[in-house]
Each structure stands twice: as C-alpha cells, then as structure tokens.
C-alpha cells in the first residue's frame, strides 16, 4: 500500500507521501488528500500509509527498532481532515511523545501505538471518553501511566515488552489500576 500511494504522490505532485507528511505543516489540498489516502471507512492507518515494518507479530527478540534522527511527529492536523476516525494505526511509527491534546481524537475505539519510544501518556487521555482498545507494547514505558485509569471504559489495555518492573516475572497490576479499570483486560 504505501510503496503505490507513494508513487501515486510523486506522479502527482512530484514529492512522495512520507515527504508531504513529514514537511507540509501548514493545511493545503495536497496535505489533506495524503492523510486522506490512509483513511479507510473510519480507520485512519498511518503505519501502513508510510510503510514502516509491520512488528506485531515477530518475536520481541527479533524487532529491530531505530531511533530517526528526527523524532517523527504524531499528525494531530488528521482529524481537520478527515470527518471521523474510530481506530487508528500508529505502530511504530518512530513517536517519542505525543501530543498534550490527543484527547481531541474522542471518537476513537481503538488506538494501537505499540513498538514506538512512548515513556509517558498525556493527561487528556481521559477526554478519549470512546476508547475501549490501547495498544502500548514495545515501548519505554517504566511505570504503568496513571493517566491511563482515567479511560473507565478500556476492554483491552496492552503494555507487555515495556521496561516496567519485573525483571524475573510478569509485573502485577497495581491495585489501583485494577480497581479503576474494572472490566479491563490489563497485559502485562
């Protein structure tokens, strides 16, 4: 997919999609036709859109992870473009942090960040009022983010291959976490 959007892009415009992504920061048709192109239905997958190695199924033992020079910036701008956007596909995509205001993606259901560099998660988490599915595996996460027991509705929350303690067993969920997410499959 992202090797045919790209050439589509470059016959088009003469620049490639990871390129119109990464540089046009400010809105324009070009932009908005790009993040438009990774849309299907409702979910939005910019993993697959700009072709980063799909990891999710490969022995932790064999990922290969690289840091970019430049830390790869989470495309906030998407939701000007595209009306609505239930689950979103950002597996390693090279994130560092995320935007303070993600909460704004309030009708996502599902959110898979899993293999990025993601040490913390943003307070306004708990406007993500929707989300019932939060992939976080393979990032550096040290601690379990307390942020995350403030989305009560979460069915599945994946943390598993993080550099949380428990260096000779599984970690347990803190009671805590437990206790605000109920009804929440915690992998850990």
Not at 57 to 81: C, G, S, W
Request: net charge neutral; hydrophobic share 40%; glycine share 4%.
């Amino acid at each position: 997919m992202a090797a045919k959007l790209s050439l589509l892009f470059h016959g088009r415009f003469k620049l490639g999609l990871r390129y119109i992504l990464y540089h046009f920061k400010t809105p324009s048709a070009t932009r908005t036709t790009a993040l438009k192109a990774m849309t299907e239905g409702t979910h939005f997958d910019f993993s697959t859109g700009l072709g980063f190695t799909d990891w999710r199924n490969t022995d932790p033992e064999e990922v290969y992870l690289y840091n970019m020079r430049a830390e790869a910036k989470f495309p906030m701008d998407i939701l000007d473009h595209v009306s609505l956007i239930e689950s979103a596909d950002f597996h390693n995509c090279k994130f560092g942090k995320l935007p303070k205001d993600i909460g704004k993606f309030k009708d996502l259901k599902k959110l898979d960040l899993s293999y990025n560099f993601l040490a913390t998660f943003p307070k306004s988490v708990e406007d993500m009022t929707q989300l019932e599915y939060l992939d976080l595996r393979m990032n550096r996460f040290t601690a379990i983010p307390t942020t995350l027991k403030r989305i009560p509705q979460l069915k599945v929350l994946d943390l598993r291959y993080n550099q949380i303690d428990g260096i000779f067993q599984a970690p347990e969920t803190p009671e805590e976490l437990a206790e605000a997410l109920k009804d929440c499959e915690i992998r850990l």
